[in-house]
Nanobody, 120 residues
Framework: QVQLVESGGDKVQSGGSLRLSCVASGNIFSLNAMGWYRQTPGKERELVASSSGDNTVYAPSVKGRFTISRDVGETTVYLQMNSLKPEDTAVYFC???????????????WGQGTLVTVSS
């Protein structure tokens, strides 16, 4: 079983910065991709940024303001959020996909979410 624990959510003023962290633990052989999603009430969860190998993907709304990175061991993913706007207010979820063994099984898991509130 694989678990994700997020931290770093807080309330900040518009223009401020936050850094989210997500640590993966458990029965992990390889982590192929880690990413961040966010969700607001009444809306679908949306991709914010993802990291897979040398590839990173950002939502157009955060490109140039947010940076996703992973630690050397690649079991922790960070989301550095700068120039925050009120529309960035959401619950941010960490996501990870990989394998628990050399030949599987594959897993995809979600964290519990961390709240980011940006006030104007």
């Amino acid at each position: 079983q694989v678990q994700l624990v997020e931290s770093g959510g807080d309330k900040v003023q518009s223009g401020g910065s936050l850094r989210l962290s997500c640590v993966a633990s458990g029965n992990i052989f390889s982590l192929n991709a880690m990413g961040w999603y966010r969700q607001t009430p009444g809306k679908e969860r949306e991709l914010v940024a993802s990291s897979s190998g040398d590839n990173t993907v950002y939502a157009p709304s955060v490109k140039g303001r947010f940076t996703i990175s992973r630690d050397v061991g690649e079991t922790t993913v960070y989301l550095q959020m700068n120039s925050l706007k009120p529309e960035d207010t959401a619950v941010y979820f960490c996501n990870a996909a990989g394998y628990s063994g050399y030949e599987g099984p594959h897993f995809e898991v979600w964290g519990q979410g961390t709240l980011v509130t940006v006030s104007s």
